[in-house]
């Protein structure tokens, strides 16, 4: 039995509790054609019937951030629609835009 390495390890796609599902690297299968269909994360609380859609971003440049947070949420809302519509959840996309210096936006904190 050998010490295991953490970049060696790949989680799984899919991991379902009693009160949480959460999709990593996943796609999701939508009724309409839409661009957007595979976010960092999907969490969906079956208690409240929610649905967080995470993207995560990195970029260079801290003065993109508002920009970049304002294009993540644009380009899943065709998916945050096909959700709600299809497994009858409230829907949110909530954009993590870490600057790549380590600065994260203050409501994270």
Known sequence: MGLQRWYDHVPDSVLEYED????????????HVIGARRPDLLIIDKRDKSCQIIDVAIPEDNGVRAWKEHKKVEKYQDLAREVRKMWGVKTKVIPVVVGALGSIPAEIE
């Open 20 to 31: 949480y599902k959460l999709l990593w690297d996943f796609s999701v299968r939508t009724d």
